[in-house]
């Protein structure tokens, strides 16, 4: 399975990204698809997540500025950022917990990391 991320870049306070992250390879099913996010000298934190059912979670400080939505026809998530503060400014990484097909069973794995994707936030 392969995450691929994109949307990341230099924006000014209190401007919009708009982060995706696409899914591919063998996925019989998507559990659940998120965002996190990790400063240097920071343990990673979470975003927000959206589950298969479209219901979504965020962390407290991203609620009402952040929105996650998914496309599952395209295995894809998306982060709409606003408002965005200079304290945003991180690598965002996405996350899947998702099921694959071995010989015929399915499988469910959890926490496939993708390559982070730059965030600044910066006047």
């Known amino acids: 399975v392969q995450l691929q991320a994109s949307g990341g870049g230099l924006v000014q306070p209190g401007g919009s990204l708009r982060l995706s992250c696409e899914a591919s390879g063998s996925i019989i099913s998507i559990t659940s698809m998120g965002w996190y996010r990790q400063v240097p000298g920071k343990q990673r934190e979470l975003v927000a997540s959206i589950a298969s059912d479209g219901t979504a979670n965020y962390a407290d400080s991203m609620k009402g500025r952040f929105t996650i939505s998914r496309d599952g026809a395209k295995n894809t998530v998306y982060l709409q950022m606003n408002s965005l503060k200079p304290e945003d400014t991180a690598v965002y990484y996405c996350?899947?917990?998702?099921?694959?097909?071995?010989?015929?069973?399915?499988?469910?794995?959890?926490?496939?990391w993708g390559k982070g994707t730059l965030v600044t936030v910066s006047s």
């Open positions: 996350n899947l917990d998702w099921c694959y097909n071995k010989y015929s069973t399915p499988i469910c794995q959890k926490d496939y």
